[in-house]
Nanobody, 125 residues
């Protein structure tokens, strides 16, 4: 069992920044990939970013490349999503998720077995 707890959401003006954190606990060694997804009202959940607990590769959706970065602190069992140059269209509930490694696309939400409760990010224009 893995427990994920997000924090860091809030209200920010367009062009501003926020950093989301996701604290993982439990059998984290079994879930080697951590991801961030978001869901806006009336829209499907969409992939934002992913990273492995090991290695340096990070994966970002095209819509956030150049503005968002994902990172991890293994000692703290925490994954971060640094969001810069925020836009109103970034407004959504952001979810942290964990999955086992494998060949399937990191962008597939259904491959993630553990999810946090979500944190609201609102970007005003």
């Amino acid at each position: 069992q893995v427990r994920l707890v997000e924090s860091g959401g809030g209200l920010v003006q367009a062009g501003g920044s926020l950093r989301l954190s996701c604290l993982a606990s439990g059998r984290t060694y079994s879930e080697r990939i951590m991801g961030w997804f978001r869901q806006a009202p009336g829209k499907e959940r969409e992939f934002v970013a992913a990273i492995r607990w090991a290695g340096t590769s990070e994966y970002l959706a095209d819509s956030v490349k150049g503005r968002f970065t994902i990172s991890r602190d293994n000692a703290k069992d925490t994954v971060y999503l640094q969001m810069n140059s925020l836009r109103p269209e970034d407004t959504a509930v952001y979810y942290c998720a964990a999955r086992k490694d494998g060949l399937s696309s990191l962008m597939m939400a259904e491959e993630y077995g553990y999810w946090g409760q979500g944190t609201q990010v609102t970007v005003s224009s």
